[in-house]
């Protein structure tokens, strides 16, 4: 409850201006089924995010809208878990789904979270949905993103998502897994490198 999180429709609002400015997209988080609305209003997708991922009655709204859903596995989720989510939202019409590995809670000292890596191919065996790996909350430190990205890459996920900043030790939120804008560029320049290697070989 002490951390910062986010600005509410006012930070929608800077969103949306980015996105008339730059022709971004935006994928913002719905945390519960009463900001949806508001969230359909400035936003290109819908983020579930992790907490919310067995948020049943969310799950059956975002299901009824018209965007994308970006559905982030839990941090205790088995795969079969996390594909019944999926399920809730399609049940309700809507099979526009990405989900994103983003990370499971571990002994593990090293890191914020671990991220099963393993979980790319083997979703992408059993589900026709596009899966993409959460590299900054898979590890919650900067130095590990880029290794974790391409290896994410080199496992079949179908994107990344990267957070970045301009000064991460400024950052209001998730500062500590934020790459500096140079080192994003350098992250993009070697998964593409990766990502064609492997479309080369028909993987």
């Known amino acids: 409850p002490y951390a910062f999180s986010g600005l509410g429709e006012a930070g929608l609002k800077i969103l949306a201006d980015i996105r008339k400015e730059f022709g971004l997209k935006i994928v913002s988080e719905a945390l519960d089924e009463a900001n949806v609305d508001l969230v359909e209003k400035y936003s290109d997708m819908i983020q579930v995010g992790a907490r919310n991922m067995q948020n049943f ?3 059956r709204r975002v299901g009824r809208s018209k965007l994308p859903v970006l559905l982030k596995r839990g941090m205790a989720a088995t795969l079969e878990e996390w594909l019944l989510a999926a ?3 399609m049940a309700e019409g809507n099979y526009n789904i990405v989900l994103c590995e983003r990370g499971v809670r571990t002994f ?5 979270n671990t991220l099963d890596l ?8 059993i589900s026709h949905l596009p899966v993409i790996v959460d590299a900054a909350h898979g590890t919650g430190r900067a130095y590990m993103v880029t290794p974790l990205a391409r290896a994410g890459i080199a496992v079949g996920a179908d994107g990344l998502m990267i957070e970045v900043h301009g000064k991460p030790d400024e950052a209001l939120s998730d500062g ?3 790459l500096m804008f140079d080192e994003y560029e350098q992250m993009v320049r070697e998964v593409r490198q990766i990502h064609d290697v492997i479309s080369r070989n028909g993987v």
């Not at 593990?108 to 914020?112: N, S």
């Open 176 to 178: 500590a897994q934020s």
């Open 118 to 125: 393993a979980a790319v191919p083997a979703v992408r065996k």
């Open 87 to 89: 399920e809730y939202v």
């Open 108 to 112: 593990a000292q090293h890191t914020r």
């Open 57 to 59: 009655t969310l799950l």
